[in-house]
């Protein structure tokens, strides 16, 4: 995984944005472990995401969900 994440670029989307590989690395750590993964506008300013891996019968990952919120939405939500 390391070294796709050295030979990809990691460009700098929003002041959130996490392109320092060791960090990269800790975060997928964390979100193996926690069973998704999130980010808070680390793309985009005001966008909030979750993705979480849709597994078979076996527990075999075969695709991915992924909700994207606008920060914003939590003024109507509460």
């Known amino acids: 995984m390391r070294r796709l994440l050295e030979a990809s670029p990691r460009t700098q989307r929003t ?3 996490i392109t320092d590989i060791s ?3 800790a975060e997928i ?3 193996r472990e926690r069973g998704y993964a999130s980010i808070d506008q ?3 300013l005001e966008l ?3 993705a979480v891996p ?3 019968s076996r527990g075999r990952t075969v695709a991915s ?3 994207g919120l606008a920060t914003t939405a939590e ?3 509460s």
């Open 15 to 17: 002041e959130r944005t």
């Open 23 to 25: 960090t990269l690395m």
């Open 29 to 31: 750590k964390s979100s």
């Open 42 to 44: 680390e793309v985009e």
């Open 48 to 50: 909030r995401s979750v």
């Open 54 to 56: 849709l597994l078979n």
């Open 65 to 67: 969900l992924n909700v």
């Open 75 to 77: 003024e109507w939500m």
